[in-house]
């Protein structure tokens, strides 16, 4: 809650209050692409969040075989498996958040 209390020069007082709440669910981001190609533009995939306790990030492959997890907001995933890239395509993720307030959001 944030309070306001002017007073003008002749003395008069106005006051007034405004509510401001913080909708935690909208408090992340994940790019939908991104291009690994070493250009330095845009070359890694993190996970982006505000008022995050704790995520985990699993990228798979079309076959749905594992190719990145991470839990740590610095590590980002290179579009590397096994220290060779992978082939350009349509990776699916599974993203587990847990805010600060305790609630749990999947994604998928």
């Known amino acids: 809650m944030y309070y306001v209390l002017v007073t003008d020069d002749n003395g008069c007082k106005s006051a007034d209050s405004v509510l401001v709440t913080v909708d935690e ?27 995050v306790k704790e995520f985990v990030l699993r990228v798979y492959d079309r076959w749905g075989e594992l190719v990145f997890e991470t839990s740590d907001f ?3 995933w290179d579009g590397t498996f096994k220290n ?16 600060k307030s305790s609630k749990v959001e999947e994604v998928s």
């Open 84 to 99: 060779k890239p992978v082939i350009s395509g349509v990776y699916a993720y599974q993203l587990t958040i847990t805010f």
């Open 25 to 51: 669910s909208a408090g992340w981001y994940l790019p939908n692409a991104f291009t690994p190609d070493n250009n330095g533009v845009n070359d890694l995939l993190y996970f982006y969040g505000t008022g």
């Open 74 to 76: 610095k590590n980002a």
